[in-house]
């Protein structure tokens, strides 16, 4: 009888700890799945790279309508729009497609407005990428402010890659990285993801490390408005 009663114990204390194990996590995935479930919202993401320093990029989303994102480099800002994988983006030859901007040209150079396309067209907006960043955690834990993890190898891979819908995108070793999230009334309302690891294009091998962060803002106050030419486009 002592055996079955001691086997009982440790069979409910080892759900108890599996139990505050996963807590964490699904703390942070209810946050994101909160926030995605807002009619609107909007957000500034900041880069520190140790290949480029781009200027802070803007987005906002509405719930089943579109998101708007843009982004800054070198002086020039892109804008976009996008909603169930189509949308518009605009260069400096006007609006196009998604799917035009995304054309290969065949020209073997690289292509800053097709790169960001095809990024788009397969774009997630920061409730879902918190959802997807969570679920790649190695082991969350909680602190006084925030809910901070390692990154799994793959997880890692992802966020290096910049990977594209077509599963296209450069060979990724040694990645590693961490991310942290900050919740506030249930709701995420930042994170912030570290990744390192060597990117090999075109047969060269460069070495990564990478910061971003996510600032949400505006909940329930922010309003997405769509240009009638960038609304021509899209498809």
Known sequence: MRCFISLATALAMSGTLLAADSAPKDNVKNAARKLAA????SWTTTIESSQFQPGPSHGKTEKGGFTYVDFNFQDNTTQAFVKDGKGAIKGEEGWKSLSEAAKDEGDGGFNFLRFLAMRMQDYKT???EAEDIAGNTKELTQSADAYSSDLTEDG???LLAFRARSGDGPTVSNAKGSV???I???VITKYQFKVQGTMNVGGDDRDIDRTTTVEIKDVGATKVVVPDEAKAKVS
Do not use: E, Q
């Open 38 to 41: 807002a009619d609107n919202y």
């Open 126 to 128: 920061p409730a879902a």
């Open 156 to 158: 890692a891979k992802s």
């Open 180 to 182: 942290k999230f900050w």
């Open 184 to 186: 506030k009334d249930g």
